[in-house]
Each structure stands twice: as structure tokens, then as C-alpha cells.
């Protein structure tokens, strides 16, 4: 059995949950969001938060 850090769990859950907010995102799950969620609507969470941190990164 190996550790899993809670936090990371959690983020990894609602990752691909559209209506779970998974809060701030770094530029790697921000990228795998983007992709998971590239036919979501514009009311997807994870899709707006991979949204707000690609754009932040210029």
C-alpha cells in the first residue's frame, strides 16, 4: 500500500467531476482539464479554472 497525500486525492477526484470545483489548479492539471474537458460546456468547472490558469501562464 502506498501514501497518497489527501489533498492530491481530493484534487484528482474532482478533476473530472464538471461539477465539483476543484480549486487552484497548477499548469500540469490545469493542462490534463483542459483536455478531459474539452467538449464541456462553458458551466464545467475544471474547464474554467484549466481556462483561467493556461491564460494566466501567457
Do not use: V
Request: glycine letters at 6%.
Amino acid at each position: 500500500m502506498t501514501y497518497q497525500d489527501p489533498q492530491q486525492l481530493r484534487l484528482y477526484q474532482n478533476l473530472y467531476d464538471c461539477l465539483a470545483d476543484p480549486g487552484e489548479l497548477d499548469i500540469i492539471d490545469a493542462m490534463r482539464a483542459a483536455e478531459i474537458h474539452l467538449g464541456c460546456s462553458e458551466r464545467c468547472h475544471p474547464r474554467r479554472r484549466a481556462q483561467q490558469r493556461i491564460a494566466a501562464q501567457g
